[in-house]
């Protein structure tokens, strides 16, 4: 019986060995007819959370996705002897917790397969869905932070959340390569600020030990990439490489690990973007 997590956790470290972070994967601005993130071609809904990073390690320029039926059901097929790629279909079991008697609903993830556009045939281009794409500038991150509540401060040479003092502090503007740069640095910092205790209270302490604050690290970097995928933002490296070695080490000593590291991304950028629906989501997931 294939073992779902340790298949997805396996695809992340092989990415990561190759000095490819699965959220960094090359920007593509639509303008080829190529959509910025994964997403299934049927119903154009954006991958998101792990599935998001599993497909990003893809070789594919396509961003679109399906199953073997759905590539049926566009008219086509998937090519003799392609290999599909699998993602997580979370399912919610009811139980009753049996400290405090209430009903609560237990994650378990699936498996399921989908194949790139680029691993089918003869798909009728009129029936394949794009999501929407960002809406560039109408938002910029700053603003984002803004209406979440953050307080951000700028001038100084280091960019930094001081949680005791809960406000980030940013350099200027000028002082970045690029307005994108900023904006994803600003990003970083943004999630970083969401797991204070008096928002998404992230504490890795009791589960990862001394590797909790490499850990916090990836789920800012994870993030940023999510935030910076929903507003157009190009992420152009990682913000603090000098951590590769300690995921590796978490992910290869924990299976789950970066199902806990997505999940925690997703709850951050509900909360910043005020998305509660999806905030909820991935609290349970």
Known sequence: MTDIYQEVTDRIIAALEQGKAPWLKPWKDGKSGNASEPHNAITGRRY??????????????????????????????VKKGEKGTPIVFWQFNKAKDEATGKIKNIPFAKGYTVFNLEQCESLDPSKVKLPEPPVLGS??????????GATVTHGGNRAFYSPSRDFIAMPSADDFKSLDHYQSTLAHELTHWSGHETRCKRDFKNRFGDAAYAFEELVAEM???????????????????DYIAAWLETLKGDKRAIFTAASKAKEAVAFITADRAQEEEAIAA
């Open 139 to 148: 938002t910029s991150i700053n603003t984002l932070a803004a209406s979440a």
């Open 223 to 241: 993030g940023s990439a999510f935030i910076c995928a929903l507003y157009g933002v190009k992420l152009e490296g990682l913000q603090h490489s």
């Open 48 to 77: 998101n959370g792990v599935n998001w990073l599993v497909l990003n390690c893809s070789p594919y320029a396509s961003q679109g996705w399906v199953t073997y039926k759905q590539a049926l059901e566009l008219g086509g097929n």
